[in-house]
């Protein structure tokens, strides 16, 4: 059974940057589409960032040009780098594994993803 564990959650203020880790074992994040999802009180999880096997990624559109999806294949480690920080990226952080083959089309979809880790908060005040 593959163990997602991410970290580097916590608060910062509106502006501000994190880097969210997703430490991976068990399986090989190589093999996997990867992706990083969020769930905010009261609303559904989406899809915020994903990375396919191939290096193909997708965003949502309210993060482009702000969040940086990589990964470390040598570490077995997928990263989420969050700039320019808003008031509504407030939530609670997963990272998730699927099989392949994944659609590109699908890579935000939380019902194509297998494996969650337990999540990390953000917080972000204005």
């Known amino acids: 059974q593959a163990q997602l564990v991410e970290s580097g959650g916590g608060s910062v203020q509106a502006g501000g940057s994190l880097r969210l880790s997703c430490a991976v074992s068990?399986?090989?994040?190589?093999?996997?589409?990867m992706g990083w999802f969020r769930q905010a009180p009261g609303k559904e999880r989406e899809g915020v960032a994903g990375?396919?096997?191939?290096?193909?990624?997708a965003y949502a559109d309210s993060v482009k040009g702000r969040f940086t999806i990589s990964r470390d294949n040598a570490k077995n480690i997928l990263y989420l780098q969050m700039t320019s920080l808003k008031p509504e990226d407030t939530a609670m952080y997963y990272c998730?594994?699927?099989?392949?083959?994944?659609?590109?089309?699908?890579?935000?979809?939380?019902?194509?993803?297998?494996?969650w880790g337990p999540g990390t908060p953000v917080n972000v005040s204005s």
């Open positions: 998730a594994a699927a099989p392949p083959p994944v659609a590109f089309s699908s890579l935000l979809l939380p019902g194509k993803y297998l494996h």
């Open positions: 068990k399986i090989s994040i190589t093999r996997y589409s």
């Open positions: 990375i396919r096997s191939d290096f193909s990624i």
